[in-house]
């Protein structure tokens, strides 16, 4: 199928939403980017916000409904971790029932006509997933926390790729990482900074 790049690359998508997720700690839910500025999302409301984003997105521009709540039952972080890893996981099993023609229909994008595939509703669709997981990782390193690679190196890592720092993920798979944040948490261990500067222009 032409577009079966946008499906896999859906697919990776849940597991680096999940595995952001998967770094902060319960207390960190309601801590926002300033404690005084509303504006900022918390942590709790960022995953809300990842939820029924991608639930609208999906429903109403590519009419795609396949779960009746966007949201868990329960707000803890691990109810969000195991309801956001189901309900896109169902969205991945219609889209591969879904042709060339299906992908190359132009639907409504806020009031624009619009390809369901290339460039406009899917492809925005990763992007903006990826707009929400940067503002969460910067979120991480306000509260001091340590970061495992979510595409690339990170100075917990290693620092910077042009110094071969090596991509070190918290778990292998979903599935090790819903298990493992359900119990001990038991992550793969960082190597650290290392004695390079972890940024191009550091600090002197």
């Given at each position: 199928?032409?577009?079966?790049?946008?499906i896999?690359?859906?697919?990776?998508?849940?597991?680096?939403?999940?595995?952001?997720?998967?770094?902060?700690?319960?207390?960190?839910?309601?801590?926002?980017?300033h404690?005084?500025?509303?504006?900022?999302?918390?942590v709790?409301?960022?995953?809300?916000?990842?939820s029924?984003?991608?639930?609208?997105w999906?429903?109403?521009?590519?009419?795609?409904?396949?779960?009746?709540n966007?949201?868990?039952?329960?707000?803890t972080?691990q109810?969000?971790?195991?309801?956001?890893?189901?309900?896109?996981?169902?969205?991945?099993?219609?889209?591969?029932?879904?042709?060339?023609?299906?992908?190359?229909?132009?639907?409504?994008?806020?009031?624009?006509?619009?390809?369901?595939?290339?460039?406009?509703?899917?492809?925005?669709?990763?992007a903006?997933t990826?707009?929400?997981?940067?503002q969460?990782?910067?979120?991480?390193?306000?509260?001091?926390?340590?970061?495992?690679?979510?595409?690339?190196?990170?100075?917990?890592?290693?620092?910077?790729?042009?110094?071969?720092?090596?991509v070190v993920y918290?778990y292998?798979?979903?599935d090790?990482?819903?298990?493992?944040?359900?119990?001990?948490?038991?992550?793969?261990?960082?190597?650290?900074?290392?004695a390079?500067?972890?940024?191009?222009?550091p600090?002197?």
């Amino acid at each position: 199928m032409r577009y079966e790049f946008l499906i896999d690359t859906y697919r990776t998508e849940i597991d680096k939403v999940v595995s952001v997720w998967a770094m902060f700690d319960d207390a960190d839910l309601p801590v926002r980017p300033h404690p005084v500025d509303p504006r900022g999302r918390s942590v709790l409301e960022q995953m809300v916000h990842q939820s029924v984003s991608e639930y609208l997105w999906f429903s109403t521009m590519l009419g795609i409904s396949v779960t009746d709540n966007p949201l868990p039952g329960t707000e803890t972080r691990q109810a969000f971790m195991r309801h956001y890893a189901d309900n896109p996981n169902r969205r991945l099993t219609a889209l591969r029932e879904c042709d060339d023609a299906w992908w190359e229909t132009s639907v409504p994008f806020f009031e624009v006509p619009r390809s369901r595939a290339w460039i406009w509703i899917m492809t925005r669709r990763i992007a903006h997933t990826a707009h929400h997981r940067g503002q969460q990782m910067a979120l991480l390193r306000m509260l001091n926390l340590d970061l495992h690679s979510n595409y690339g190196p990170t100075a917990d890592t290693g620092g910077l790729m042009q110094h071969q720092a090596p991509v070190v993920y918290a778990y292998p798979d979903l599935d090790t990482l819903l298990r493992e944040e359900a119990g001990g948490r038991d992550k793969s261990p960082l190597p650290g900074p290392g004695a390079r500067p972890s940024t191009e222009r550091p600090d002197r």
